[in-house]
């Protein structure tokens, strides 16, 4: 696979300015423009137009945002030095995600533990104790016959809340403190969580293509974007 590399010196951006408040950021695709929006108070900036091919990732080199392309078997490099913009991003935390066996896989999030049993079966634990257990109806086939993104569970920042398929196919998000439920999304490929918690970043298998959009959990509301093919919550 080939990288062609793309640099792009000094690009001076006085939107990106640090600000006190926490505020989630997603870079994006919305057709052939790549951007940034900016949630609370809303904000699009513009990065780059004329794009070939399809978002699939970025990382950070220094001050230096690497924005990677993939057209037509290879990874193109776009490299903009922004000034601020790194300095206002969360940390990433990963969960610890282990396979216990082929029933049981752990999600682990600082001193919270969510034990997914079977395809059906969640257990909460807290500082090691256990704190409660739900059932999810008779479906007791193998969690490892689904593949993981079927048992992706996905805890909150807050630790709060975690996200997961029911049996059923549902994208469910549970409140750990009090069980209470909702049904966000149908046929899911992926759920995150926005690093203030308040929006999730769904993708739908569609028929034609996947939709991608967000769902304000504080609102109960799903928030489209016209022509947006893809999207990734930005850390440092």
Do not use: C
Not at 69 to 77: E, R, T
Not at 152 to 175: A, C, G, T, Y
């Amino acid at each position: 696979m080939r990288i062609r590399i793309y640099l792009i010196l000094l690009l001076f951006i006085s939107t990106l300015a640090v600000s006190i408040y926490a505020q989630d950021k997603l870079l994006i695709q919305k057709r052939d423009v790549i951007s940034v929006i900016e949630k609370n108070p809303d904000n699009e900036i513009n990065l780059l137009n004329n794009i070939s091919g399809n978002l699939v990732g970025y990382n950070w080199r220094g001050d230096s945002l690497n924005i990677f392309i993939s057209d037509n078997g290879a990874i193109n490099k776009y490299s903009l030095q922004l000034n601020n913009l790194k300095n206002n991003l969360p940390e990433r935390k990963f969960l610890q995600n282990k396979i216990v066996d082929d029933y049981r896989v752990s999600y682990i999030r600082d001193n919270v533990t969510i034990y997914k049993e079977y395809s059906n079966v969640i257990h909460y634990y807290r500082n090691d104790s256990l704190i409660w257990t739900k059932r999810y109806g008779t479906f007791n086939v193998g969690i490892l016959s689904f593949g993981k993104s079927f048992n992706n569970v996905v805890i909150s920042e807050s630790k709060d809340r975690i996200l997961f398929i029911h049996p059923n196919r549902k994208l469910i998000e549970l409140n750990l403190e009090t069980k209470e439920e909702a049904e966000i999304a149908n046929n899911v490929n992926s759920y995150h969580y926005s690093p203030t918690d308040r929006y999730i970043l769904i993708t739908e298998r569609g028929k034609y293509r996947d939709n991608t959009y967000l769902y304000d959990s504080e609102n109960n509301v799903k928030i489209e974007y016209d022509g947006l093919l893809k999207a990734f919550w930005m850390y440092k």
